[in-house]
């Protein structure tokens, strides 16, 4: 990382001198030797998709926590992929959807809230935000040929890292279609994981190279999955998490490394990191003291007993409330992460512990990489 910085004062003078010379020249974004991510999924990485691309407000209690106000993601401040870029000294990536002022030097987010791994009720399954990527490197490389400009060129998608994080919203409703019906569920995850697979085989014929896959987390510790589907005790596992939810989970997360490693050893100049996101996020819940939570199976954001979850009164309408130690929940709005809890799950993916193979987020940038 030293050494890139230094290489940087050597040149910026010979910049400037170009500058002086034959005006401002706009560096492509490849040139500039950041790291570029390009991100596919969901909620869990959703920076203001859905806002952007259906007008669905989402406005404030979200967002109150660190943004002070409504971004379009849905939780009480950043995601993952927001601590993601400030490791990497980026700023947050903007929506691909994003029609006023976006800023695309860091990358580019086609996560959409709701999406799914097969069309579903949304217009953005993942399907469609690969096709949507093709589009934008497309558009990209023909604004490039008409002249200099701060786009991604075709060496630097190739060098970017192509996130997907999806699969939670089609486990979800499999359940819900299922009467929570463990092998119903199981026989439709194969379809799921095909979705998955044909995404990387195509971004990779597109010219990625390297993949950064996140698993699945435990569905039946959401406070919102508590509250909706009556239960016994011998329902739950032993923290008290809906045991189906779980088992399902777990089988998506086996099938989805499966892939990965099939995958690399189909396309062997490429590099596939499978991120283990449920054990960290189970950690999170059946450790929350240690961390520094409370209360783990309590929506911070929302109406109702036990679990401060009502279909009635979500986060946000009227008869809803926020707890007053936002940074000691788990979960926001019964379904989306704290800003807090996010932290800890990012800190935590970072060490590189939960990576199969144990590759950092930042070594994909490193110059022997």
Known sequence: MGTGKRSHQI???????????????????????????????????????????TGLPIGLPHGITFFHRGTGRLGDGRLIIDFFCEHLNLGYLSPYLESLAPNFTSGVNFAVSGATTLPQFVPFALDVQVRQFIHFKNRSLELLSLGPGNFIDEGGFRRGLYMIDIGE???LLALYASNL???????????????????????????????????????????????INPHRESDLDRIGCLSVHNKVAKTFNKGLLAICKEIQQTYKDATIVFVDVY???????????????????????????????????TCGQPGSSICKNVDR???WDG?????????????????????TPPIKLEHFWLPSF
């Open 11 to 53: 040149i910026l003078p010979v910049f400037v001198r170009i500058c002086v010379f034959f005006g401002t020249l706009i560096l492509p974004v490849w040139s500039q030797k950041v790291p570029i991510l390009i991100n596919f999924g969901d909620s869990n990485s959703d920076t203001g998709g859905v806002l952007a691309g």
């Open 169 to 171: 919203n089609d486990l």
């Open 279 to 313: 054990t960290i996020k189970y950690s999170l819940f059946a450790k929350y003291k240690k961390y520094g939570f409370e209360t783990p199976f309590v929506a911070c954001c929302g109406n109702g007993s036990p679990y401060n979850y009502s279909p009635n009164a």
């Open 329 to 331: 929940a788990i979960i």
């Open 335 to 355: 379904v989306h992460y704290t800003d807090a809890a996010n932290r800890f799950v990012a800190s935590r993916i970072l060490s590189g512990r939960y990576s």
């Open 181 to 227: 019906t463990y092998s119903v569920v199981a026989a439709k995850i194969p379809s799921f994981l095909a979705e998955i697979k044909l995404a990387i085989q195509n971004l990779y014929q597109y010219g990625g190279r390297k993949f950064w896959i996140h698993n699945t987390g435990p569905l039946g510790c959401a406070p919102k999955e508590l509250a």
